[in-house]
């Protein structure tokens, strides 16, 4: 493929690759682990479940194992990705993968919508029907590219590719595919890239929405005079939270000492998925993404994503693009003064009282509530 082309892209596995996942599942050599204790407070701001305090137990991944060798259908699931439009085109390098779903709406906002880690492209598809729904304005068309070196997109060939790198990728992708004026919107990984890129292509970028606001107090004079109880209850839920991340830390020290387990062992790769999932997605969710990280061998240049961002240089500056936050109950909790601090024209901050970190499969129809008035009101602003 030559840089600027784009090509249509199907997903075709290898019966071969299919026979080996079944084959090193079958042969899976089980962790040891102590027995349960009783429910303490920790993860996420919620209890921790039994079974949960020293990590991923070993019954969750045997029972996700024994279904993705038995009875999960990636023959199925093959075809249902395959419904919807995919493409690949070269981007600084790279190889880039994205899903362009355009709603029957002709004057539709593109939006660009980037998934965190350990999901994939699939986090926003679960938003393809109703947010390009033409019967509900505003209508959006929709491109959600894979990371760089993750799944489709992968693996990664040179180093640097941050967020910075990465956002960079994406304004050039809006513009090959020929839209002047964008919103971004972005989970996790993509509430990192997204507002880099708006701030980058700040010309053609309408806003951006994210689920988190990842600002933190950074030891000024004062930063913590007149914060409110609420805001303290943020900070310690953020800190929880952030504790929490242990593959954050990890994947930024050393991503290459872990990949050489997850390359080798589906279980490992289950595993390692599994103690950000949880049980917030189906097990057909959670094995769709096992099985796209798996088949691509992907797991060391995801990883990479994080080390990349820890020592990338960048613009310390307030972003100035008009940015909305979506915060779920059960996810990051940005206290506003300090996203303030990093983020200058703040525009829509709402709160719900449920969802969790993957809010486009346990919030959707909140999610794209809260899309479709933020880029209502700014389109109406620029009228």
Known sequence: MADHDITPFRIAIP????D???NRLAGTRWANELPEKEVI???????TPPGWEYGVPVSYVQDLVEQWRTSFDWRAREA???EYPQFNTVIDGQKIHFVHIKSPQPNAIPLILTHGWPNSFIEYLPLALPLTDPSDAPAFDLVIPSLPGFTFSGPTREHGWSAYRTATAWAELMRRLGYDRYGAVGNDSGSIVSPILGEQDREHVIGVHVTQIFSFPRGDDGEFDGLSGE?????QFGQAFVEHAIHDRSQQAQPQTLAHALADSPAGQLAWSGQLFGTALSAEEILTNASLYWFTNTAASAARFYYENRRAAHDSEPTTVPIGLASFAWDFKAVRRFAERDHHNIVSWNTFDRGGHWSTHDAADLLVQDIRQFFSALTERSI
């Open 15 to 18: 019966q071969a690759d299919l």
């Open 20 to 22: 080996d996942l079944i």
């Open 80 to 82: 249902q990705l395959n």
């Open 41 to 47: 407070a920790g993860g996420a701001g919620a209890p």
């Open 231 to 235: 805001d303290y209850g943020a900070l």
